[in-house]
């Protein structure tokens, strides 16, 4: 892995990239659908059964979709990335937000606050937890999906050198690859861990070591 870094670390910087803007849109289009669906009955009722149809697709078959509609390259792999990881968000925001204390409502209704205030200032602090527990899930998968369009529908990124790796017999370099990219999974991971433990330590409980 040391002595091939130079030819993987494009690759792997090229599926950094491409996973992170994937999963940047999976997060603010996984925010909208979740609060619709948490905020809304007739947006649970409506959207909620397709959500999880889609969800429920390989999304392997739909990488030659995305490949006809932008072109083989960049674009299929963010759009899997993003597809792949923004039902997980879609479900946690809208558990948060279902799981609000109907007694901070009432009163803020009482308060003749709109139901803007009441989602900013009760809805959104209580979804805040669920947010981040599903973005260190989905964070991982959005790697997933961005990896497996780069080995099918791409000339550049690490899945792509993985393919040609294990095509020219090249096992270490193979492995070096599946290396890297488990470490950069572990550091993504562990960022949003620091950035939970940063702006929502007020709804974790002291642990006590003994």
Not at 31 to 46: N, P, T
């Amino acid at each position: 892995m040391i002595e091939r870094f130079p030819a993987l670390w494009p690759n792997l910087w090229q599926t950094i990239v491409t996973t992170t803007i994937g999963f940047a849109l999976s997060i603010i289009i996984g925010i909208f659908f979740g609060a619709l669906i948490g905020m809304s009955r007739l947006a649970y009722d409506a959207l909620y059964p397709i959500l999880v149809g889609i969800s429920s697709i390989p999304k392997v078959a739909l990488i030659p979709i995305f490949v006809v509609w932008l072109g083989a390259g960049t674009g299929p792999a963010i759009l899997t990335a993003c597809v792949i990881s923004f039902f997980p968000i879609v479900v946690n925001v809208a558990t948060g937000l279902a799981t609000a204390e109907p007694e901070l409502e009432d009163i803020l209704q009482a308060l003749n606050a709109s139901k803007l205030d009441i989602f900013w200032n009760v809805g959104l602090p209580r979804t805040m937890p669920y947010l981040f527990a599903a973005m260190k899930v989905a964070i991982s998968i959005a790697f997933i999906g961005s990896i497996t369009s780069e080995t099918i529908a791409s000339n550049r990124g690490i899945g792509n050198a993985m393919l040609i790796a294990t095509t020219n017999f090249d096992m270490p370099l193979a492995f070096a690859a599946l290396m890297l990219i488990s470490i950069t999974g572990v550091v993504f991971y562990f960022l949003f861990v620091l950035l939970e433990n940063r702006m929502t330590g007020w709804a974790q409980r002291n642990k006590k070591t003994r």
